[in-house]
Each structure stands twice: as structure tokens, then as C-alpha cells.
């Protein structure tokens, strides 16, 4: 009963997304059903993708305190909202479109697949073209949300939607097209299966320009100098949030492969599920070693950092090697944000140690671990890694990549960040700070009821 449900839902879903006229009076041919199923199974890779916006919502919004609840979670849709416009209108074209090794010149103010001509970068699948815009949307989406949760509990609103909207236009589109949209490193072959570089590095690097300018919260360091635990308001909230989008990483990394036939998908299921998993016991044992308690958020980063590092390289590695990756992921992540937190970076969520060294680490990891039977297999690019008879030049050009990109983006966002300071700012007022930004930002508290009983209760202290 369960596997006919299943397949009446995707021959629905197949309807839904692939022309009705495809399927003539004389019934459809064998290339019109492998269209069908690929952009079938494309689209569900979307929804996947797209749904770890609730995960980020909620990992975000539990992650600081009850007086900004609100809104960090309402931020989360403002970014989708202002990532889903601007690729739409300029991200696609710059990012995928005909152009030269930096950036697309054609498909601005996508218009549809009759636009297909104009993307040559994506004809290598016959997945239909909306279908392919909607699931490199919410890759874009999801680098957006990295570089928000970074400014989280200072930044004012209107930060997240002037530089959300620069961001989609003029800095992620680009590395898009220069590692996918066969720009000057796809032309060097750089591995980056579905974004430990272009999607992860690029938001880390762009949250880590913006905390520093912002700089710490309120009260995260004491006059020593040393950090103070800010503690989020809601573990439960936190949990919740990453098995979303370990949930939703399935269709971030399976569903690169835009095609179901041959089952290649299924080996980057697998890889992308064991790195995980590995990467969250590394950060949990990493943590009982460090306090002497095991650390739930920890643990929780670990996991999250697992899946940063083998985004790029899932397609790329055996089993072995991808539990691998994903141990050093969650250990070093954990170590490199207790020494970066040291040395006065307020990073809320961790931003920079999950999204950003996770990712580089991912990047690198294929120019030592990527198997030459898989490049093979999976129609990858590049080739073997330096443990498999490759020599140093993968290594050498997955380096450069993550040297290119890193500079690129954190030379951009500063510019654009700190033009932004001196014409508008970019941190709300101390006042402000200390209400909190769900009353100062929107004019009501996300925790309504519980706010009033703590206002009440610091009232009466005050007064005796």
C-alpha cells in the first residue's frame, strides 16, 4: 500500500512539473519518461532544499535570546523573499548564464524554459529549465541564511535587506559561475559536487565580515576581555532545527545528481549520512574533553559541520574517507570556534567555524581523497586525489579555489558592509540592544506573554 502511495505521488508530481503534451495520444516515449521522472525527482530535491529554511528558523531563533526570537525567525522568510526576487531577476543570469570565466552575461529576468539557449552550463541535464532555476534558487536561498545568522541580536533589519539583496546579485551568482556555471575554475576542473565552496564558504565568509564590523553583543565579553556564555533560549528549538536540515540535506546533496537513473544518488546519500553522523559524535567527545561535559550545541555544530565538509566532496569519496571528513569537520570546528570566540569574535551561531572552515576543509578534502572509479562513474569533474595516485594538482586547484573565493567575497562584503556603516549603520542603538529586537525592530515580542512576566518581575526588583 506504501509503495503504490509513493509512486501515485511522484507520477503526480511528474504531472505537475513536466508539460502535459509530452504525453501524446500514442503515449509517451522512453525519453519523454526519463525527463519526466529526472525532473520529478529534481523538483522534490527542491522542496527538500527549500524546507531547511525551517531549520535554519528554528536553529537560528533557539539559538539566541527570547527577546529576539521573533525576530530572527521572521528574518528567515524576509531573506528567502529578497534570495528568491533577486535570483530571479539577476542572480540566475549572472551565475549560469552564457558569459565569460567571471560572470553570465544573458537569462536576466528569467522568463522560462524557452529561455534555455541562454544556459549552456545547465544542458548537460534534461531536467527542465524552471525546474533547475527553482532547485539553484534554494542553494542561494540557503548561503543567504548562513550570512544572517551571523549578525544575529545587533544587526538592524534594514542591514539584512540591503545587503541580502547585494549579496544575491553581485557575490554569490558570481562564485556560482565560476565553480558550476563554467566559469575560470570550472574550467580547472575545482570538485564542489553541491557547495562546500559556493554555497557554504561564500555565506561563511560574508557572516564573518559582518560580525566583525558589527562587533560583539552586549555583555559576550567581560572586562577581562574574556567571553561570557550567552546561552539561546530554547535547546529544544536548536535539536529540532538540525535534524530539519540534516533532513534537508538529502536534497541538497542527492540531489545534485538531478537524475535518480543508475542510483549514483544513492552513494551520496550514504556518504552525506555517515559523515554526519561521525561529525557529531566528534564535536560531542571534543566537548567532554574540553569542559568535561558532554555539550549538546556542540554536538549539534559537529553535525552540521560534517555536512558543510562533504557537501563538496560526497560524490567524490568512499565511505571510509567520508567518515573521515566528517570527524575532523565536527572536532575541528568545535576547537576553531572556542579559540575564535577567545580571541573576540561574536559569532551567535558559529557561523564562520560550521559554514566556513567546514567548508574549506570539504573543499581540500577531494584533492586528497576523490576515488578516480567515482569520477568515472558519476561524470565528475577533475581528477583523482593525492591519496589515489593523483599528484598535487586537484589538491593544488581545490586550494586556489577556496583562496579565490574567500578573498573574493570578503573583499566584496567589506566594501559594501562598510559603505553601509558609514551611510545608514549597522547596529541597532544600545537601547535597542537591551530591549530586544522583536520590540524595537517590529514592535512586539515573539514570547509575548513570558516578556510582560519578565519586564514585570525586573519592575519589582528595581523598586525594592
Known sequence: MRKKMIMMFLAMITLMVYPVSA??????????????????????????????????????????????????????????????????????????????????????????????????????????LNVKFLFQMAFAAVSLAIVSGGMAERAKLSVYIVFGILFSVVIYPVV??????????????????????????????????????????????????????????????????????WFGWFGFNPGSALSPMGGFFGHVALTTNIAAAAGGL???IASWLYFGKSDIPAMLNGVLAALVAITGACAYVEPWAAILIGFVAGAFTFMTSQWLERAGLDDPIYAFSVHGIAGM??????????????????????????????????????????AGTFIFVAVMSFIILYVMKLVIGLRVTEEEELMGL???????????????????????????
Open 23 to 128: 504525453f501524446a495520444a500514442d503515449g509517451p516515449t522512453a525519453p519523454d519518461l526519463q525527463i519526466g521522472l529526472d525532473t520529478a525527482f529534481t523538483f522534490l530535491a527542491f522542496i527538500l532544499v527549500f524546507f531547511m529554511q525551517a531549520g535554519f528558523a528554528m536553529l537560528e531563533a533557539g539559538s539566541v535570546r527570547m527577546k529576539n526570537a521573533g525576530h530572527v525567525a521572521g528574518k528567515t522568510v524576509l531573506t528567502l523573499a529578497i534570495a528568491s526576487l533577486c535570483f530571479w531577476a539577476i542572480g540566475f543570469g549572472l551565475g549560469f548564464g552564457n558569459g565569460n570565466g567571471f560572470f553570465g552575461t544573458t537569462g536576466f529576468l528569467y522568463g522560462g524554459d524557452t529561455q534555455a539557449a541562454s544556459f549552456d552550463s545547465l544542458a548537460f541535464s534534461d531536467v527542465t
Open 176 to 245: 556560482a559561475h565560476w565553480v558550476w556555471g563554467g566559469g575560470w575554475l570550472a574550467e580547472l576542473g575545482m570538485q564542489d559536487y553541491a557547495g562546500s565552496t559556493v554555497v557554504h564558504l561564500t555565506g561563511a565568509t560574508a557572516a564573518v565580515v559582518a560580525t566583525i564590523l558589527l562587533k560583539p553583543r552586549l555583555g559576550k565579553f567581560n572586562k577581562e576581555g574574556k567571553p561570557v556564555i550567552i546561552p539561546g533560549h530554547n535547546q529544544v528549538f536548536t535539536v529540532l532545527g538540525v535534524i530539519i536540515l
Open 282 to 284: 566528534a564535536a560531542l
Open 361 to 402: 576543509w570539504g573543499a581540500v578534502s577531494t584533492g586528497l581523497f576523490a576515488a578516480p572509479d567515482l569520477i568515472s562513474k558519476g561524470a565528475l569533474v577533475g581528477d583523482a586525489g593525492l591519496f589515489y595516485g593523483g599528484g598535487f594538482h586537484q589538491l593544488g586547484v581545490q586550494i586556489l579555489g577556496v
Open 438 to 464: 522583536d520590540i524595537s525592530e517590529h514592535g512586539t515580542y515573539g514570547y509575548p506573554e513570558q516578556m510582560k512576566l519578565i519586564a514585570e518581575s525586573e519592575s519589582k526588583t528595581l523598586k525594592h
